[in-house]
Nanobody, 126 residues
Framework: QVQLVESGGGWVQAGGSLRLSCAAS????????MGWFRQNLGKQRELVAG????????YYADSVKGRFTISRDNAKNTMYLQMNSLKPEDTAVYYC???????????????????WGQGTQVTVSS
């Protein structure tokens, strides 16, 4: 299984940028699709962006298309989320997650992910 640790969250004004990182340890990182989820209190966890095992395929929620970019460096066992033009509604705890299975298309449901990081808070002020 893959162990995940997020970093890079913080506070930023609307219109600003943040870059989240997800460092992974484990034998199968370069065989797992990965995702970035976010969650606010009382709300369902939302898949923001996903990337397949090779980095050749990506997915974005409509709410972040054109503003967020997901990427991965398999040599460094690290995934990233570049967030630009941030809005107050982007405020949430952001989690990285690794697919339960190997070499498959990007899962869209949170129950399809088997490893989760501890989360990092992103706060965007207006």
């Amino acid at each position: 299984q893959v162990q995940l640790v997020e970093s890079g969250g913080g506070w930023v004004q609307a219109g600003g940028s943040l870059r989240l990182s997800c460092a992974a340890s484990g034998r199968t990182f370069n065989q797992n699709a990965m995702g970035w989820f976010r969650q606010n209190l009382g709300k369902q966890r939302e898949l923001v962006a996903g990337i397949n095992w090779s980095g050749g395929s990506t997915y974005y929620a409509d709410s972040v298309k054109g503003r967020f970019t997901i990427s991965r460096d398999n040599a460094k066992n690290t995934m990233y989320l570049q967030m630009n033009s941030l809005k107050p509604e982007d405020t949430a705890v952001y989690y990285c997650a690794a697919d339960l299975a190997l070499f498959r298309a990007i899962p869209r449901r949170d129950y399809e992910y088997g490893s989760w990081g501890q989360g990092t808070q992103v706060t965007v002020s207006s």
